[in-house]
């Protein structure tokens, strides 16, 4: 079974597809991480964020994996290219680089590729923003995850604070309404409500509420 979850970013799609996972004993597949992996290894290179050819070059060829240190069920590093980007992958730069990049045709049918080969594990949790509507259209359950900006951005700031940045709410408002903007408003797959998803809006709901609600739903789709 496959659960499809998508969102506009910090809508509290990891956090909750990452508990859901763990509730019904599903793998788990953050899609985002693998655009970020290839953002961030394109700007280690100095890959210039709009270079297509360069970028879907990249992203067909780079090696990415998910390591399961300890025998975790969850992921626990990301690689790329047999480098640990884990961190590197939640950095502003990488944040900023990440939509441009994203937003290439030839990244996103590398990408996809990949994420049906990665899936293909049998129960699993994909998280993204075009997992309903493109890379899994049959999933059995799909779930669009919403959350007011003022809520996303608070969210967004504590995590970025708790990673040691340092940043101002403002600033992390500004910057996700422009990652919004541009992940809806772009040609490929662009963010979208899939027309057999359930809407759930996050804001002034607890983690556990959201998870409870999904999985119900999970259950009365088996
Ligand atoms: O979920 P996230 O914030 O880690 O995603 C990072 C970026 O990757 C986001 O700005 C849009 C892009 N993305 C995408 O285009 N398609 C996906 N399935 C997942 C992420």
């Given at each position: 079974m496959i659960i499809a979850i998508d969102g506009p970013a910090a809508s509290g799609k990891s956090?909750?597809?990452?508990?859901?996972?763990?509730?019904?004993?599903?793998?788990?597949?953050?899609t985002g991480a693998m655009y970020r992996a290839v953002a961030a290894e394109a700007l280690q290179l100095g890959m210039?964020?709009?270079?297509?050819?360069?970028?879907?070059?990249?992203?067909?060829?780079?090696?990415?994996?998910?390591e399961h240190e300890g025998?975790?069920?969850?992921p626990t590093r990301v690689l790329a290219g047999g480098r640990d980007v884990t961190t590197e992958i939640r950095t502003p730069a990488v944040d900023a680089a990440v939509s441009?990049?994203?937003?290439?045709?030839?990244?996103r049918e590398a990408m996809v590729r990949v994420q049906r080969d990665l899936a293909a594990v049998g129960d699993c949790v994909v998280e993204g923003r075009d997992i309903g509507t493109v890379v899994f259209p049959h999933a059995e359950l799909k779930v669009y995850l919403s959350a007011s900006p003022g809520e996303r951005?608070?969210?967004?700031t504590a995590d970025m604070e708790r990673a040691g940045h340092d940043v101002s709410a403002e600033a992390v408002l500004r910057r996700l309404e422009r990652r919004d903007t541009a992940d809806s408003t772009r040609e490929a797959?662009?963010?979208a409500v899939a027309h057999d998803a359930v809407e759930i809006d996050t804001t002034g709901l607890?983690?556990?509420?959201?998870v409870e609600?999904?999985?119900q739903l999970a259950r009365a789709r088996r």
């Open positions: 956090t909750v597809a990452r508990a859901v996972a763990t509730r019904l004993g599903f793998a788990y597949l953050d210039a964020t709009d270079d297509r050819p360069a970028l879907t070059k990249l992203a067909k060829e780079l090696p990415l994996a998910f025998g975790s069920a969850l441009p990049v994203s937003s290439i045709p030839g990244v951005a608070r969210r967004r797959s662009p963010l607890s983690v556990e509420q959201v609600c999904i999985a």
